[in-house]
């Protein structure tokens, strides 16, 4: 009945569109958040030589100026209404490339403290909308009220009430939550007007050898259909109330890799995104397709050179200072070890096809006491603490080694990541001798250090008293900084970045840096280059780093704290997670790059909270230096491989930490950075890592869990082994959703409660055509599948995923 839906026959192909022959671009545009107010459009963001631009059209519900000088045009709202999206039209060498311009879902919200009979001199407020910062967000005091008004997308926020100095729960508030660090937070709710109307929800649906069919749930009001960064004409695509039919463009036949993007609005806001990848003008339906340049086919594995595995111990050298621990001092971990692990086929096994690597510049050859109390002592084994911006560390091998290592895992079809470090320098690198004038002043006008004041002096803060800050806004420090990134890729052929300390180095950096690397690196390689960066903050910060002029990603803290929190409380919902699910899917596009991790090397490994070793109410480091940190309760393993399937099946890029394939526990930095234990695996850890092998082949073998939409399906029953479980229950202690792409279907059902669950679920009709020979991958237990009716039994702290 759905097919009946679209036209019968397809539609002309061959339309003129005024493609290219010859793009000046890299890689998609990513859709333009506009502010409430004046948004900037950086064209350098767009075009790295903004000389071939020709001309713009801006839509006449905008007001704008422009500054030829920096490349910026300047849009504001004009008289006219602005739709949920537009499109600002560039033209360069006559043809029109299309930036999507998404209307800002912001609301005015004030926010009014009554502080009673307390009288307090000065009244801030921190919470998630200003990154827990209070220094930004004082409030005024009239008729007998503090108040502050804030611009912000709706969602819930969490806060605290900042008095005098004194963080505290907002008194006037009834509602709280569970903070994970032994306290509680107050929670404000921003509500939308237009919440109670529905946006729509594409998917994609049939495919010919000339058309893709396209559904929506609810009737949209208008559809932006791009072939790489153009706008196909309304020859190409056919509408109907909730339809769309694409003719795919001849021109695509001439590429190996392109893509067919769709969006659309309604009243109540803009669709999800729909991504198609094309081979040779044909969409991919089998994984075998992919390369490993593909960004969304990565799964990453993020290793510690120093602690991953000793393959030449020649080159072993710790720091001889007896005031340093072993776990902070250097363990012998090499270039060496890495290749032995790949020649070996390790990776292979796993299933991981992008090592992301620690930091591998020379690093000192002394230790250094930290400036947080009790000052302990560190070796740089963690790469961190560069003393050199083309050396490599001796300690881990020669130059000829890392390209070694580089050329051998590209021969395996694997990709290389390096870690690099521009925030900082340690205080014995050239740099910091020959310029001092290029860095920061570690002593604050006030007379206070300026160290790990993170929030409060974000762009100029120390990391410690012996890691100098660079000064970005000096031009030199950019072009410095940017020139030696560049060195690492041409000399080493490396396939992308994690960049450290994203949030602390201004966006003129990345601007700068990403822009030489689309001039040298993908435009004239044909190549793509992968960079993601390193924020702790709220999904606004985050997210204001990843656009088209600065980085593919970032790696979605808040999602993986909401998925712990979620998996180790008992009395938190998957409603929760459901709702953070969608927050990072409207904040980042819902084919985003963002890095969904199982840990890292900042924080201390999740099994070993799943499994009571450490309270998330505890200092999670000094717990690591004052009692050995093992597996407690066995379950934890499960809850690992719960987590591990969250992070397989979610939209975004999955990454591995070492050691969290098999169950490796671990504390606070150092003791989550313990050696890789490859041999003399327990039954469970063996376990363990054949379910992270399995659901990692699954991803990277399945097309709707690289590709799909997401939709999460609700109206799910639940009967445990003692009761049936309540509606509130069943969605507290029940998660299932979908990934979708044309007749292919992933559908994950995870249980967190006690006990098993026999759980019942019908298939929205919109997946009829992929609702086919769905298969058990978890392969627990056999599912009773009868037309869209599922009823499957899922053991305790446990998970199944349907396929077909």
Request: net charge neutral.
């Amino acid at each position: 009945m759905l097919l009946q839906l679209f036209l019968l026959s397809c539609i002309n192909k061959n339309s003129n569109c005024g493609f290219p022959g010859k793009t000046h671009v890299s890689g998609l545009f990513m859709p333009v958040n506009l502010q409430p107010d004046t948004s900037i459009i950086n064209l350098n963001d767009f075009f790295p030589d903004a000389s071939v631009i020709d001309s713009f059209f801006v839509p006449e519900c905008f007001n704008y100026k422009t500054d030829w000088k920096e490349m910026k045009i300047f849009l504001w709202h004009g008289n006219k209404e602005v739709p949920p999206i537009s499109t600002l039209t560039v033209y360069a060498d006559d043809a029109p490339y299309i930036i999507l311009l998404k209307k800002s879902g912001k609301i005015k919200h004030v926010i009014t403290l009554n502080t009673g009979k307390n009288t307090f001199k000065i009244v801030q407020i921190a919470g998630e909308f200003n990154n827990w910062n209070p220094s930004s967000s004082g409030l005024m005091f009239a008729n007998g009220k503090w108040t502050k008004e804030f611009f912000l997308e709706p969602g819930s926020y969490q806060y605290q009430v900042v008095a005098d100095g004194k963080w505290m729960l907002d008194s006037a508030n009834p509602d709280s939550v569970d903070n994970n660090v032994g306290g509680y937070n107050s929670v404000m709710n921003v509500k939308d007007e237009n919440e109670k109307n529905k946006k729509p929800k594409l998917f994609t649906v049939k495919l010919t050898n000339k058309c893709i069919y396209c559904f929506s749930d609810v009737q949209f009001d208008s559809v932006f259909v791009l072939w790489q960064n153009f706008r196909l004409p309304w020859e190409m695509v056919k509408t109907g109330a909730n339809t769309v039919t694409i003719a795919i463009p001849s021109e695509a036949g001439k590429s190996e890799r392109t893509y067919i993007r769709v969006f659309s609005y309604n009243k109540a806001g803009c669709s999800n995104d729909l991504l198609i990848p094309l081979k040779f003008g044909k969409v991919i339906v089998n994984t075998a397709s992919l390369k490993r340049t593909d960004l969304n086919a990565q799964v990453l594995y993020f290793l510690l050179v120093d602690r991953f595995f000793d393959g030449n111990t020649l080159n072993n050298k710790s720091i001889n200072d007896t005031e340093v621990s072993p776990k902070a001092n250097y363990m012998g971990g090499d270039f060496a070890g890495i290749i032995k692990k790949i020649k070996d086929g390790y990776f292979d096994t796993l299933g991981t096809n992008t090592l992301w690597i620690s930091p591998v510049n020379l690093n000192p050859d002394e230790a250094y006491a930290e400036f947080p109390e009790p000052h302990r002592k560190f070796s740089g084994y963690h790469g961190y603490w560069p003393v050199s911006s083309v050396k490599v560390d001796y300690r881990f091998g020669t130059e000829q080694e890392f390209k070694n290592l580089v050329s051998i895992a590209h021969k395996k079809n694997i990709n290389v990541i390096l870690d690099y470090v521009a925030n900082h320098v340690h205080k014995n690198h050239p740099l910091y001798k020959q310029h001092p004038d290029w860095f920061t002043p570690m002593v604050l006008p006030d007379g206070r250090k300026n160290i790990r004041l993170w929030d409060e002096q974000r762009l100029t803060t120390w990391f410690d008293t012996f890691l100098p800050t660079l000064d970005f806004s000096k031009k030199e420090v950019v072009e410095c900084m940017t020139d030696s990134a560049l060195y690492w890729i041409k000399t080493y052929n490396l396939d992308g970045f994690r960049h450290d300390a994203t949030k602390h180095i201004p966006e003129n950096y990345w601007r700068r840096l990403t822009q030489k690397i689309k001039m040298e690196i993908t435009i004239h390689g044909n190549r793509n280059f992968y960079q993601i960066g390193e924020t702790y903050g709220s999904r606004e910060l985050i997210g204001s780093y990843v656009n088209t002029g600065e980085l593919d990603a970032q790696f979605d803290f808040n999602l993986f704290f909401d998925i712990r929190s979620v998996l180790l409380n008992k009395n938190e919902s998957f409603e929760k997670l459901n709702r953070s699910i969608v927050s990072s899917l409207e904040y980042y596009g819902y084919h985003n790059l963002m890095g969904n991790i199982t840990g890292n090397h900042d924080i201390a490994r999740f099994i070993s909270y799943a499994s009571g070793a450490l309270s998330t109410k505890e200092d999670d480091k000094e717990a690591g230096w004052n009692r050995d940190i093992e597996i407690k309760d066995t379950m934890g393993y499960k809850k690992l491989s719960m987590l591990t399937a969250l992070v397989m099946t979610l939209p975004g890029v999955p990454v591995i930490y070492y050691g969290d394939e098999t169950g490796m526990p671990g504390a606070g930095d150092p003791d989550n950075r313990r050696v890789m234990k490859f041999n003399g695996l327990t039954n469970l850890q063996k376990h363990t890592k054949l379910t992270a092998q399995k659901l990692i082949t699954l991803r990277r073998t399945n097309m709707a869990l690289m590709y799909g939409d997401f939709a999460e399906i609700s109206s799910v029953n639940a009967k445990g082994e003692k009761h049936a479980l309540s509606e509130a229950e069943g969605s507290k202690d029940i998660f299932v959703f979908a990934r979708l792409y044309f007749d292919k279907i992933a559908i994950v059902i995870l249980n967190k409660s006690p006990f098993s669950q026999y759980i019942s679920f019908s298939i929205p009709g919109m997946f009829a055509l992929a609702n086919k020979n769905l298969k058990l991958i978890a392969n627990f237990d056999t599912p009773f599948i009868k037309g869209n009716s599922v009823n499957i039994t899922v053991k305790a702290n446990s998970f199944e995923i349907l396929s077909n």
